[in-house]
Antibody, heavy 120, light 108 residues
Framework: EVQLLESGGGLVQPGGSLRLSCAAS????????MSWVRQAPGKGLEWVSV????????NFADSVKGRFTISRDNSKNTLHLQMNSLRAEDTAVYYC?????????????WGQGILVTVSS | EIVLTQSPGTLSLSPGERATLSCRAS???????LAWYQQKPGQAPRLLIY???SRATGIPDRFSGSGSGTDFTLTISRLEPEDFAVFYC?????????FGQGTKVEIK
């Protein structure tokens, strides 16, 4: 069974940083691209970032470009999202999702999500 | 970027009825690469349909997807009590990938 478990969320002040992690199990992690998708409170879904199977290709939504970085450790089956210069509008539940494309497909498995709150 | 507009915003139906949800794209979706997700309160989204009409693993056959180009439809043939939720479409034929704003299917 595919399992994705996010961690690292919480409350952070505007301008601060946070690092999210996603522990994957139940599938060959190194064979799949992985993405982060977020959902602001009471709002819809927004794709944030994707990383290719080997980590050599990454893409970001314009809303986070230059502030967020994505990385993966295939030896530890772990995905990360480093979030810097956080803004109030980054407040959301962040989901890690298995991506069925090289760097742009649909999402066939999702974690339970982790809340990030940016507030003073 | 492609804007996906879902309609209606809310659909009020009874169990056993048929639900028809629309997703319209601001420009043609390359390859008809469109997916549908179901999200219940407090839960992560669940993939229902990909490539416009292919059901994901374990999805009941009362869920079906159709359409091409700019107009796509998710149909639930007979609503079961567990089907009431918010449904999102997502296109992945053009970068960046985008989602619709969602359609809520509620119990009438």
């Amino acid at each position: 069974e595919v399992q994705l478990l996010e961690s690292g969320g919480g409350l952070v002040q505007p301008g601060g940083s946070l690092r999210l992690s996603c522990a994957a199990s139940g599938f060959t992690f190194s064979s799949y691209a992985m993405s982060w998708v977020r959902q602001a409170p009471g709002k819809g879904l927004e794709w944030v970032s994707v990383i290719s199977v080997g980590g050599g290709t990454t893409n970001f939504a314009d809303s986070v470009k230059g502030r967020f970085t994505i990385s993966r450790d295939n030896s530890k089956n772990t995905l990360h999202l480093q979030m810097n210069s956080l803004r109030a509008e980054d407040t959301a539940v962040y989901y890690c999702a298995r991506d069925r494309g090289y760097v742009g497909g649909y999402f066939d498995n999702w974690g339970q999500g982790i809340l990030v709150t940016v507030s003073s | 970027e492609i804007v996906l507009t879902q309609s209606p915003g809310t659909l009020s139906l009874s169990p056993g009825e048929r639900a028809t949800l629309s997703c319209r794209a601001s420009q043609s979706v390359s390859g008809n690469y469109l997916a549908w997700y179901q999200q219940k309160p407090g839960q992560a989204p669940r993939l229902l349909i990909y490539d416009a009409s292919s059901r994901a693993t374990g999805i009941p056959d009362r869920f079906s997807g159709s359409g091409s180009g700019t107009d796509f439809t998710l149909t639930i043939s007979r609503l079961e009590p567990e089907d009431f939720a918010v449904f999102y479409c997502q296109q992945y034929g053009n970068s960046p990938r985008t989602f619709g704003q969602g359609t809520k299917v509620e119990i009438k």
